[in-house]
């Protein structure tokens, strides 16, 4: 159990400095409740109490304080032994506040809302060439975008009190500027400044992030490996990213650029990666390497009208390894190699216990995985002492949009105050 401030009474750690207003003292604690209950349903107060350190009273009046709110709601009465008062279990509510989470791509823009407690409001994909253009229409589409998952949200009787977008890129974070994305062609684009203009009255915190890390909260948050401490998740789409959790954090490194995983050079000879240099790894594993060897004769084009995204061309792919096509079978073994070869140098840096892969790696896992796994065992530095595996995500090609999404639910738990009042609704025209 956590050591407690008794004048505060909040739960603390040696070392952990400590709030000194009332105000913050009292969001600290609120937040320590929905941080609970959003991973443990069904907690009662003297479950929360024992579990938090907090004492009876406090929790019970923080508790009224989020029931008032809708944010907590209380569940079907439990009755523990033949005697004795009944338990009254709670759960994280909030169907009133909503997150929005948007992902956009090379060919794509993904959406995905949801309330506080989970529950999904708009979830939805669709074609777009975001290269042609430029930022400029990008922007413009993505905040149209934007404004009408809002409206689908309001529907659902939910307004978003924060907008989450994941760019295939370096993004700072801090200040929500997309420092390089290579496969969009952006440079020093303030993402969240022009997107939040571009909003209207609505006016709500945007975050940006990379789609890789995103992705990569989302499996850590509701995944195949959901809660694993150490974990490399892999996007597989036009270019490949990763988001990397150690000790159960996401890692983002002394200036927030960490996952960039696609670059790594494994063959300096090779091929011009979008990224201007020689031999990447993305040049390896990419859908575009893929299809190029796969289907020479369909040249990976992003616009591409027949299949106008990457799940199009990965579904084409594995009917193909159905039937049993042999080029098709070659080329995705070539892919698994090399695929293995990088997830050993992984294994080697962050010593994982698995590594999730995302996008087109899971749609083709059945064909891709024993490859990529035989390699990665065979490269290891540990040998077998390595417990490092391959497993597919089964999120879909959402995952980025989702953990974006997920992010602003984090946000909102870590400082409830924001929404301890409804939100205005916004009338969407």
Same mark, same amino acid.
């Given at each position: 159990?956590?050591? &407690?401030?008794?004048?505060?009474?909040?739960?603390?750690?040696?070392?952990?400095?400590?709030?000194?207003?009332?105000?913050?003292?009292?969001?600290?604690?609120?937040?320590?409740?929905?941080?609970?209950?959003?991973?443990?349903?069904?907690?009662?107060?003297?479950?929360?109490?024992?579990?938090?350190?907090?004492?009876?009273?406090?929790?019970?009046?923080?508790?009224?304080?989020?029931?008032?709110?809708?944010?907590?709601?209380?569940?079907?009465?439990?009755?523990?032994?033949?005697?004795?008062?009944?338990?009254?279990?709670?759960?994280?509510?909030?169907?009133?506040?909503?997150?929005?989470?948007?992902?956009?791509?090379?060919?794509?823009?993904?959406?995905?809302?949801?309330?506080?407690?989970?529950?999904?409001?708009?979830?939805?994909?669709?074609?777009?060439?975001?290269?042609?253009?430029?930022?400029?229409?990008?922007?413009?589409?993505?905040?149209?975008?934007?404004?009408?998952?809002?409206?689908?949200?309001?529907?659902?009787?939910?307004?978003?009190?924060?907008?989450?977008?994941? &760019?295939?890129?370096?993004?700072? &974070?801090?200040?929500?500027?997309?420092?390089?994305?290579?496969?969009?062609?952006?440079?020093?684009?303030?993402?969240?400044?022009?997107?939040?203009?571009?909003?209207?009255?609505?006016?709500?915190?945007?975050?940006?992030?990379?789609?890789?890390?995103?992705?990569?909260?989302?499996?850590?948050?509701?995944?195949?490996?959901?809660?694993?401490?150490?974990?490399?998740?892999?996007?597989?789409?036009?270019?490949?990213?990763?988001?990397?959790?150690?000790?159960?954090?996401?890692?983002?490194?002394?200036?927030?650029?960490?996952?960039?995983?696609?670059?790594?050079?494994?063959?300096?000879?090779?091929?011009?990666?979008?990224?201007?240099?020689?031999?990447?790894?993305?040049?390896? &594993?990419?859908?575009?390497?893929?299809?190029?060897?796969?289907?020479?004769?369909?040249?990976?084009?992003?616009?591409?009208?027949?299949?106008?995204?990457?799940?199009?061309?990965?579904?084409?792919?594995?009917?193909?390894?159905?039937?049993?096509?042999?080029?098709?079978?070659?080329?995705?073994?070539?892919?698994?190699?090399?695929?293995?070869?990088?997830?050993?140098?992984?294994?080697?840096?962050?010593?994982?216990?698995?590594?999730?892969?995302?996008?087109?790696?899971?749609?083709?896992?059945?064909?891709?995985?024993?490859?990529?796994?035989?390699?990665?065992?065979?490269?290891?530095?540990?040998?077998?002492?390595?417990?490092?595996?391959?497993?597919?995500?089964?999120?879909?090609?959402?995952?980025?949009?989702?953990?974006?999404?997920?992010?602003?639910?984090?946000?909102?738990?870590?400082?409830?105050?924001?929404?301890?009042?409804?939100?205005?609704?916004?009338?969407?025209?």
């Amino acid at each position: 159990m956590p050591h &407690v401030n008794q004048e505060y009474n909040v739960p603390y750690t040696a070392g952990t400095a400590l709030p000194t207003s009332s105000p913050m003292v009292r969001q600290t604690n609120l937040s320590l409740v929905l941080r609970h209950l959003r991973d443990h349903a069904c907690q009662s107060r003297a479950d929360i109490a024992e579990v938090t350190g907090l004492h009876r009273a406090t929790v019970s009046n923080l508790v009224s304080q989020l029931v008032d709110r809708r944010l907590v709601q209380e569940v079907d009465t439990e009755h523990v032994g033949a005697i004795g008062r009944p338990r009254r279990p709670l759960a994280l509510h909030g169907a009133h506040i909503g997150a929005l989470g948007l992902e956009i791509n090379v060919d794509h823009i993904s959406v995905h809302g949801s309330d506080l407690g989970g529950r999904v409001l708009v979830e939805r994909r669709v074609g777009f060439d975001s290269v042609a253009g430029g930022p400029d229409r990008a922007l413009r589409v993505l905040g149209r975008t934007a404004l009408e998952a809002v409206e689908a949200m309001e529907r659902a009787e939910a307004v978003p009190a924060g907008l989450g977008v994941a &760019v295939p890129g370096l993004v700072d &974070v801090a200040r929500g500027v997309v420092t390089f994305a290579p496969n969009l062609g952006w440079r020093d684009l303030p993402l969240a400044e022009r997107l939040s203009a571009s909003l209207g009255p609505w006016s709500v915190p945007v975050s940006v992030d990379n789609d890789a890390n995103l992705a990569a909260v989302a499996e850590h948050t509701s995944g195949v490996a959901a809660g694993t401490p150490h974990l490399v998740y892999l996007t597989g789409d036009v270019g490949v990213g990763g988001g990397i959790f150690v000790d159960g954090k996401l890692l983002r490194g002394a200036d927030g650029f960490s996952g960039e995983v696609g670059h790594l050079p494994v063959d300096p000879g090779g091929a011009r990666c979008g990224c201007g240099r020689h031999g990447c790894w993305e040049t390896k &594993v990419g859908l575009a390497a893929l299809v190029r060897t796969a289907m020479p004769d369909r040249a990976y084009q992003p616009a591409d009208p027949q299949v106008s995204d990457p799940e199009g061309y990965a579904t084409e792919i594995a009917g193909g390894l159905a039937a049993g096509d042999r080029r098709m079978m070659d080329a995705v073994a070539r892919v698994g190699r090399w695929l293995g070869l990088g997830g050993s140098i992984l294994a080697n840096l962050f010593n994982p216990r698995v590594i999730v892969v995302g996008g087109y790696f899971a749609t083709l896992a059945e064909w891709l995985l024993p490859h990529a796994q035989a390699e990665l065992e065979r490269l290891v530095v540990a040998g077998s002492a390595n417990q490092c595996r391959f497993v597919a995500s089964d999120l879909g090609f959402g995952a980025a949009s989702r953990g974006a999404a997920s992010m602003v639910v984090n946000r909102l738990i870590d400082h409830p105050t924001m929404i301890m009042d409804p939100p205005p609704r916004l009338s969407v025209i």
